[in-house]
C-alpha cells in the first residue's frame, strides 16, 4: 500500500495569512502515460464527513474558493489556503488513487492563531 | 442533489455483526461506484471496499476480508455494509462515498454511521 505522510501535524495561522500543507507519498502517484497525478484533498469539520477540496493534485472541485489550491508532482505535494478565513479550521487530508486501496494521510490540523 | 444518506447509530457487543445501508438519490445510481470507509477518533479514513451497482463482485480491502460484505439493492439505490465479528477497535464512524468508475477519489459522501462496539 502506498503511505501518505502529511506535515504538519497541526498548524496555527493567523486571519487572512497563508497556511500550506505538505504531503509526501511513498511512491510516485503520477501516471506517466496521462501525465496525472492521482492526488486528492479533503477538508473535515467536526462532526462532518471529508469534503474533496482538490483532485488531480490541483483541480479546484467545483464551489471551492479559489483561496484554496494545490500543487506538486511524483511524491511531493502542498494545499496551499492563500488568505485563511475562520471557516477554514478543519483538518486537511490528502488521499492517493493511484493505487489500490486508495489510502489518506494521518491529517493536518489547521487552527487560528 | 447528490444525497449518501446513511442509517443510524449501533451498538454491538463484541463478536456480533452489524448492517450499515447507504442510500443514493440525486444522480443515476449504477453510473458510480460506492466505496465503504471509516474512520477511529483522531485517524484518517480507512478505505474498506468498493462495490459496483451495476453488478460484479465487491472488492474488499485484505485486512477485513472474511469479515466484510457489501451488497446492493438497485430497486431502492441503497448499498449495505455488513461487518462481522466485531471486536473494540471496530468501533468508528463509517462512512459510504462515491467515485467514477476510473478514479477512486470521493466527490459525495454520507453524513457517517457510528458503530460502538462495547461490552
Given at each position: 500500500d502506498i503511505v501518505m505522510t502529511q506535515s504538519p501535524d497541526s498548524l496555527a495561522v493567523s486571519l487572512g495569512e497563508r497556511a500550506t500543507i505538505n504531503c509526501k507519498s511513498?511512491?510516485?502517484?503520477?501516471?506517466?502515460?496521462?501525465?496525472?497525478?492521482y492526488l486528492a484533498w479533503y477538508q473535515q469539520k467536526p462532526g462532518q464527513p471529508p469534503k474533496l477540496l482538490i483532485y488531480w493534485a490541483s483541480t479546484r472541485e467545483s464551489g471551492v474558493p479559489d483561496r484554496f489550491s494545490g500543487s506538486g508532482s511524483g511524491t511531493d505535494f502542498t494545499l496551499t489556503i492563500s488568505s485563511l478565513q475562520a471557516e477554514d479550521v478543519a483538518v486537511y487530508y490528502c488521499q492517493q488513487y493511484y493505487s489500490s486501496p486508495p489510502t489518506f494521510g494521518q491529517g493536518t490540523r489547521l487552527e487560528i492563531k | 442533489q447528490v444525497h449518501l444518506v446513511q442509517s443510524g447509530a449501533e451498538v454491538k457487543k463484541p463478536g456480533a455483526s452489524v448492517k450499515v445501508s447507504c442510500r443514493a438519490s440525486g444522480y443515476t445510481f449504477t453510473n458510480y461506484y460506492i466505496h465503504w470507509m471509516r474512520q477511529a477518533p483522531g485517524q484518517g479514513p480507512e478505505w474498506m471496499g468498493i462495490i459496483n451497482p451495476s453488478g460484479g463482485s465487491p472488492s474488499y480491502a485484505q485486512r477485513f476480508q472474511g469479515r466484510v460484505t457489501m451488497t446492493r439493492d438497485t430497486s431502492t439505490s441503497t448499498v449495505y455494509l455488513e461487518l462481522s465479528s466485531l471486536r473494540s477497535e471496530d468501533t468508528a464512524v463509517y462512512y459510504c462515498a462515491r467515485s467514477t468508475s476510473d478514479y477512486y477519489y470521493f466527490d459525495y459522501w454520507g453524513q457517517g454511521t457510528l458503530v460502538t462496539v462495547s461490552s
Open positions: 511513498s511512491q510516485t502517484v503520477l501516471y506517466n502515460s496521462n501525465n496525472k497525478n | -
